[in-house]
C-alpha cells in the first residue's frame, strides 16, 4: 500500500464507528473476525486498486470494508445450514445503508461481492470486480492457513 494516509481517510468513518467495532465478535473464517478479515480485504482492494486510473478509491474502501457487514455469527447452527452464503451479502449492504448511508455504487459494490456464489448478481462496476477478488484471495488465505 502506497498511501497509507489515504486509506486511512478514507476508512475513518467506518473503522471509528462503535457499530462496526461490533465485528470483533464474530468470527469469520477460523480465528479471524468479521472485523479483521473486512479490513484486510478493504487493505487488499485498496492496494490493487492504487495504480489504476479512474477508480473510486471511497467507494471502494468503504464497501470493502462494509462487504460482510451482517451483524450475527453464522457459525451457530440454525445459520450454518441457512443461505447465508447467498443471503449476506443483501443483509450486509442494507445494514451499510443503515448505519453508514452508503451510496448507490457503494450499495452495488457490498450486494456483489459473493459472485460468481451469487450467480445472477454480477459485479457493475470495475472496483465491484476489485472487490470480489480480493475477499476470495483473504478467504482462501484465512480458510487455508487459519490465520
Known amino acids: 500500500m502506497k498511501d497509507s494516509a489515504l486509506f486511512e481517510s478514507l476508512s475513518r468513518e467506518i473503522l471509528g464507528s462503535p457499530v462496526f467495532g ?57 445459520k450454518m445450514w441457512s443461505l447465508h452464503g447467498w443471503t449476506h451479502p443483501v443483509t450486509a449492504a442494507r445494514n451499510a445503508r443503515t448505519y453508514f448511508h452508503v451510496s448507490d455504487k457503494e450499495f ?22 476489485i472487490l470480489c477478488f480480493a ?5 482462501a488465505i484465512e480458510t487455508l492457513f487459519r490465520r
Request: hydrophobic share 45%.
Open 135 to 139: 475477499d476470495k484471495v483473504c478467504s
Open 22 to 78: 461490533q465485528c470483533k465478535n464474530f468470527m469469520q473464517h477460523g480465528k479471524v473476525s468479521v472485523y479483521a478479515h473486512s479490513l484486510s480485504v478493504s487493505r487488499m482492494s485498496f492496494t490493487m486498486a492504487e495504480g489504476i486510473a479512474g477508480l473510486d478509491l471511497r467507494s471502494l474502501v468503504r464497501a470493502a470494508l462494509l462487504h460482510d457487514f451482517f451483524l450475527y455469527d453464522w457459525h451457530v447452527p440454525e
Open 108 to 129: 452495488s459494490l457490498i450486494r456483489t461481492h459473493m459472485w460468481p456464489f451469487t450467480l445472477l448478481h454480477p459485479p457493475a462496476y470495475r472496483e465491484g470486480w
